[in-house]
């Protein structure tokens, strides 16, 4: 089965026609953009796991009031992910960001390659607080929750294009931060150890 938008439409009606099949469809085709949404956001990995069942569970209990009203259906889940890592930070004060990363699973880094992971990291995280808020959002969406431009694009209530402006524009704000020249791939590199990075995937 093809899961487009006219494929989601109909397995959402049919799920809040408490059709099970359907809502299992649903979730198994949301299921890893969400999680790696949220883990990009949380610092432990079983934390994520617990969020992300959450969502489908509040998905599943809201189901019956959705409507539409014009926000794609993957959307609407990922604002309820986006709420549920809001709350969690409250209630935990336990958040990911760019420090974190290096802190987990680097038990094969060495001293002088943490610190030279440290300093990049500091590097970017100054250049990204250069970025506006969507600048910013649209790419920790992109590249450290690794969603698509559409994914993205349903979290942030956007147009697909829209957000491949934003993230255009915050690459272009980050070479210049960063000193990288213009020329060549689209993406922000970082000469991180691939253990560390790997890490960004959630």
């Known amino acids: 089965m093809t899961i487009d938008d006219v494929a989601i439409d109909r397995l959402v009606a049919e799920a809040q026609n408490g059709d099970p099949w359907a809502f299992g469809m649903i979730f198994d085709h949301y299921h890893e953009a969400i999680h790696r949404f949220i883990a990009s956001r949380v610092n432990r990995p079983s934390d ?100 698509s431009a559409r994914e993205a694009a349903e979290a942030m209530g956007k147009q697909e294009g829209t957000v491949r402006g934003l993230q255009f524009r915050a690459i272009a704000a980050l070479r210049r931060e960063l000193g990288i020249n213009s020329e060549g791939n689209d993406a922000i590199e970082l000469r991180v150890p691939r253990r560390v990075s790997a890490t960004t995937d959630g």
Do not use: C
């Not at 617990?50 to 809201?62: P, Y």
């Not at 336990?94 to 060495?110: F, K, P």
């Open 48 to 147: 994520a796991e617990d969020l992300t069942q959450h969502v489908f569970v509040k998905a599943l209990e809201a189901l019956p009031r959705y409507e539409s009203r014009g926000i794609p259906f993957g959307g609407w889940l990922f604002r309820l992910a986006r709420n549920a890592v809001i709350d969690h930070a409250r209630t935990r004060h336990d958040h990911a960001d760019l420090d974190t990363i290096i802190d987990r699973d680097n038990g094969d880094v060495g001293p002088e390659e943490m610190v030279a992971v440290r300093q990049e990291l500091d590097a970017v995280a100054t250049a990204l607080a250069s970025l506006t808020d969507e600048q910013r959002e649209a790419i920790e969406l992109r590249f450290f929750a690794g969603l």
